[in-house]
């Protein structure tokens, strides 16, 4: 599902050319032909056959697929130099990102449509509007573009090089080219950023680390080796790292080239790397200051990405792993805790914990349910978490 959190209803909050333009929600699945097969086989259903072999796919030939809001190729109308604005969610479980693309049917150019970036993972860039041709975003995450198109005729949608949508554009009317120069709809978008920002959005880059706050977490191995930091996932009372209310908080987080790391409850501030640019290969999309709470970068290899979050709100538990589903069911989970302490009353970070918490702070049960009757809340409160990592939010002040 998409959860939107509508901006504040204040005239002055939005420009004009976005708060006018058609909305579009957009969720995209990303389905394997092999794996998707050899499911629907086993479990003996037979409609899920006979749904694929109606889009015309091969279903003897290892094939993969997008569907859009449950849509195979589905069909979006736009008029010609009109802005919409396009809410795109990847609720993507493999290991790897978007990819995606406008191309023109006629020419295979890429330059028939604009696309200016407006939010990712629900918040708004402080650059906007950022140009860009490509949404590498990683499964789980979402993106906000504003798009037009300048060309009549059809434009593809590609993700990952295959076509997700067709895009109809239309001549606008006489009528309509007269008054669009200067129509909310059509004119050029403006810089804009909010004015305010939550306490947990906060500007990190400048700021120093709390002693003891900055911790390395490695997403590494497959199948039974699915492992954060060297470990798998144990339920209960077992931490990787702990932070308090009010830290700044530093993650250098390894293995992204082949795991997606998503993290709950705060988002994360990028840093940059060890080497490299983290602009390099992205074509604008992800740049230093930027906030995520899912992070997958292909191009940068084993070098690690430092990410920065500032717990202000919530204590208690955050949840990290890879949103490569597989990944995660076989261990590469892991939990951090936020203990209801500042800094002047007590509050430490700890890292590389891999066991039990205790002491002030603790906020929640943090026991070992399998022995306390907690067995089904447990699974419940996960499996909801993994849910809500396709949220789209727009975080309004």
Known sequence: MAFIVEDPDDASYLPEVIKGADEKVMVFQYWDMDALLATAFNAGDTRMMESIGATGLNTKRAESFFTVNGDYQPTISMVQGEWQRWRVVFAGWDDTSLKFKLEEEATGADDSCEMQLLAKDGIYIQDFPRHVKELPIPPGGRAEIMIRCNN???????????????????????????????????RAIEAWSPTKWPSYLADLQNEPISEGCDCETELDGYGLESLINGKRYRSGNSFLHTSYLGATVQRAVKGIHDHSYHQHVYPFQILGFEEGNPDEGYDNYFKVGDWHDTWYDEDHGEEASFLRYRPTVFPGKIMVHCHFSLHADQGMFAKEYVLNLTESTGGKCACDVHGEISGPGIVDFIGDYADSGYARSSFLSVWLCLGFSLVWTVYPV
């Open 152 to 186: 009549v005729g059809t434009t593809f949608v590609k993700t990952i090089r295959r076509v997700a949508i067709k895009v109809e554009v239309s001549e606008a009317s006489e009528e309509v080219v007269e008054t669009e120069t200067t129509s909310a709809t059509s």
